[in-house]
């Protein structure tokens, strides 16, 4: 074989022994990441869809999320609802609104509810979370809720998982701890982060896990670590989207992520893990008006449209562009129909547990 062919067909060697072993040693990702290629790109987009079709058929999930508040005490240097940004309009959802949000979705259909918000616990601490949670499990107790509020410790958590919450988000970001430093402020901590993870797990919740593809000083080395640590974390969900710049960050000038590369390492989540719940995020939808049918495409599962209030969607502004802040629920809700309708693929009408 001449030394070029050798090459191309390198990757797709490591792409079926991830198949075959569910795992790659960091050294075999460094090189995947290092020498991909388009046609590797679509070679993973081929076996992952496979796998999606094999263990979800043609259904696609779908989770409404509701953006209740953008106050942060954090300062995230990527993140535009980062607490330095004084343009930043900020807003608190009052507990009913959030539970008119969800009653609204629950009559489209939704049987999940994803609330989302800043770390605002001065507003929303977890006993006032906690009686949410039971509120909407009350109402509706066909229902899954999902929390993604940041960083808690482990008897706040426990008592949200006592409330009936069944799922909770929390990107790692990253899991190269020097690339985490160049990414948040000084006070927050790398391991905090992972451990909560670990708490999160151990308490029985549905966790997911994930990161911006393409954030500043991100290396194939930090990639390699992603993939190693999903691989033996093995999240329930993994949320993967591009970075994006925003304007009001410190991150304004650093280009975005890659479209192409974050479809790549979809895929190759779900040839890891053949069941995880795997979103094709807003933000792949942003990069890219078909970003979230490509995603599918490569092997996502799940779309979570906005539930939010319409008065409020410009103002949960992570990254610049975000799509669906014009938008109502209900034009979002029959949008993603229509999208996944027209690439083949059907919206499921239920919790869409992990199995
Ligand atoms: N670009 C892309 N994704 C972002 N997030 C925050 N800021 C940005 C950005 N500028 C992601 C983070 C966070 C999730 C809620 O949104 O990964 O965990
Ligand atoms: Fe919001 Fe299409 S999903 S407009």
């Known amino acids: 074989m001449k030394k070029k062919e050798k090459e ?7 792409i079926d022994k991830l198949e075959k072993d569910r795992a790659l040693s960091k ?24 796998i999606s079709r094999a263990v979800f058929g043609n259904k696609i999930y779908i989770r409404g999320i509701v953006e209740f508040s953008n106050v942060c005490r954090n300062d995230c240097l990527y993140c535009g609802i980062r607490r330095s940004n004084t343009n930043a309009q900020r807003y608190r959802l009052t507990d009913d609104e ?20 800043g770390e605002d616990y001065a507003a929303y601490p977890p006993e006032r979370m906690a009686g949410l949670v039971r509120r909407i499990k009350q109402a509706h107790p066909d229902c899954a809720v999902t929390l993604s509020l940041g960083e808690l410790e482990r008897d706040a958590l426990a008592l949200l998982r006592e409330a009936g919450a069944d799922r909770y988000l929390l990107r790692h970001e990253t899991a190269n701890e020097e690339h985490y430093r160049r990414l948040h402020p000084a006070e927050m901590s790398f ?14 919740y549905q966790t997911g896990a994930g990161i911006m593809v393409g954030s500043p000083y991100q290396t194939e080395e930090c990639l390699a670590d992603d993939m190693v640590f999903l691989g033996s974390f093995e999240p329930h969900m993994i949320g993967i989207g591009p970075f994006l710049p925003h304007k009001d960050t410190p991150f304004r000038d650093f280009p975005k992520g890659s479209c192409e590369l974050t479809l790549f390492i979809l895929s190759l989540c779900r040839i890891m893990l053949p069941s995880v719940l795997l979103p094709a995020t807003t933000a792949l939808g942003t990069i890219r008006p078909d970003g979230r049918e490509q ?12 539930l939010s209030p319409a008065a409020v969607r410009k103002k949960y502004m992570l990254y610049d562009g975000k799509i669906c802040t014009e938008d109502s629920s209900d034009e979002c809700r029959f949008c993603i129909q229509g999208r996944m309708k027209r690439i083949g693929y059907e919206i499921e009408i239920s919790r869409g547990d992990h199995i």
């Open 98 to 117: 959030i539970l008119e949000c969800c009653d609204e979705g629950y009559g489209m259909d939704f049987r999940t509810f994803v609330l989302q918000s």
């Open 295 to 306: 995603g599918v495409l490569a092997g996502a599962n799940v779309i979570m449209p906005n």
């Open 27 to 50: 050294a075999e990702w460094t090189e995947v990441f290092g020498s991909w290629d388009e046609s590797d790109r679509s070679y993973a987009a081929e076996k992952a869809r496979g």
């Open 191 to 204: 391991s905090h982060r992972m451990e909560c993870l670990r708490t999160l797990k151990e308490l029985g």
């Open 8 to 14: 191309n067909t390198r990757v797709k060697q490591l």
